[in-house]
């Protein structure tokens, strides 16, 4: 909006502070991909000591944002709205939120009573910034941990909806009761999940699809947004891991088609191509919208995911991360990345692994026919392994953190709701056995 030829953001967010970030953006407002990202770093490289860095202190040059810009932002989320009458219905909606003690706070709320929520309640000791995380082990709203004092106020009102921000506000967590009213936690693919559903459908609803709409999610993300965009006739874009990948697409299609939704496992979702990152602030607003809507219909959250589930199949996904810090710990994670790409698993959870993709190499082979083909990505050091019955295994090394990351989604159908918890546990047993499959 203000024309900017690039940004910058610095943000340890949920990680250890000595990993400190720094986020570099385009002109376009995405993050920098190939080649921008790698000239970047070659500048970097090419510099020896600070002395070469010059600074241009004109104060004339630093402008800071004010009120105007919020404002601006949050009207435009606000128009972007798909159940106004529904949310008029059900403001008084109880809505607990925790920026936990992060940037949040400033957005968030404003977010929440621009749509028109008039029931949201903060927790109080986690609404100032303060990065020593006073009140948490990990300010990660992945972790239940992260949540207790929002679950514990939630309880204590009876809320119908949590939610909680991580530091720098683009992922969120959330909680909702579940058929026996006790507080649970949706991970990252099945309100990612949920988002793509109610947005497509109530796009389809109002006559707003006509086949030039898309969705983008990453490789590592439940392939359940896949078979919601397929039922519903709006093309799927997958992508690396990283939502700079994701916004790369969005720019690389401005103008040529529309972007409804996108998102990653890991909380990450964007509403509305208004800005070309993950974003809790929209993401809270609509996780809310959507919440109101299936009560306006005498419906839940959570039962509305049971029948997402016998709709389009069930998927569960679970993540497992081994941390190994240090030069050390870098060497072994390589070292295993290694093993599994010249030794990949004949079988995962009794299932034969008919599909290796190595995006290192660029290239998807089937082992039962033993046919090769390119996978057209950017090179990265992910391997995935697609077994006969459908599951993905991914494995990859973080990006952020001295860890890596095994990926594993199983899927099968459910058929009928009065199934669901037996079919979970199923789930889960399969899941438990193809990673014990995996460490042996």
């Not at 874009?237 to 939502?243: E, V």
């Not at 494995?395 to 990351?405: L, N």
Request: glycine content about 8%.
């Amino acid at each position: 909006e203000l024309g900017c030829k690039s940004g910058v953001m610095l943000t340890a967010s949920h990680n250890p502070k000595e990993y400190n970030g720094y986020k570099a953006y385009g002109n376009d407002g995405g993050q920098f991909t190939s080649p921008d990202d790698k000239m970047v770093m070659d500048e970097v490289a090419a510099i020896s000591s600070i002395d070469e860095v010059k600074f241009n202190r004109v104060d004339d040059l630093v402008e800071l944002i004010g009120e105007e810009i919020d404002n601006s932002y949050l009207a435009k989320i606000t128009a972007l709205s798909v159940s106004p009458e529904a949310i008029a219905r059900e403001h008084d909606l109880k809505i607990v939120f925790s920026p936990i003690h992060g940037t949040g706070i400033t957005l968030v709320p404003k977010a929440l009573e621009q749509f028109g929520f008039t029931n949201v309640s903060i927790v109080e000791e986690q609404s100032k910034p303060d990065g020593n995380f006073p009140t948490v082990v990990y300010p990660n709203p992945e972790e239940k941990e992260a949540l207790t004092l929002a679950l514990k106020k939630a309880a204590e009102i009876d809320a119908d909806l949590v939610l909680a921000t991580d530091p720098d506000a683009d992922r969120v967590g959330i909680a909702v009761k579940n058929n026996d009213g006790e507080f649970v936690l949706l991970n990252g693919n099945q309100t990612g999940s949920l988002l793509i559903n109610y947005l497509l459908t109530a796009w389809e609803e109002r006559g707003k699809l006509t086949g030039n709409e898309y969705v983008v999610s990453t490789i590592v993300t439940t392939s359940l947004i896949k078979a919601i965009c397929d039922a519903k006739g709006v093309e799927y874009f997958n992508t690396l891991t990283g939502f700079k990948w994701i916004g790369q697409v969005m720019t690389q299609l401005q103008g040529k088609k529309t972007f409804i939704a996108g998102g990653e496992e890991s909380y990450g979702y964007l509403i509305g191509d208004l800005v070309r990152d993950k974003d809790a602030v929209i993401s809270c607003a609509f996780i809310a919208e959507m919440t109101a809507f299936y009560k306006d219909k005498g419906s839940s959250l959570y039962q509305a995911m049971i029948e997402m589930y016998v709709d389009y199949g069930m998927y569960k996904e679970d993540l497992v991360s081994i941390t190994k810090k240090g030069k050390t710990g870098a060497e072994e994670i390589k070292a295993m990345m290694e093993q599994f790409r010249n030794n990949p698993p004949a079988k995962l959870g009794g299932s034969p692994v008919v599909t290796l993709k190595d995006y290192e190499l660029n290239k998807e082979t089937d082992i039962t026919a033993g046919a090769s083909k390119e996978l057209g990505f950017p090179k990265s050091d992910v391997l995935q392994f697609i077994t006969e019955d459908g599951s993905i295994i991914s494995a990859r090394p973080s990006g952020t953190e001295p860890k890596i990351k095994f990926y594993c989604s199983v899927n099968t159908a459910l058929a009928s709701a009065d199934e669901f918890k037996a079919t979970e546990e199923k789930l889960n047993e399969k899941i438990k056995t193809i990673m014990e499959d995996l460490q042996a």
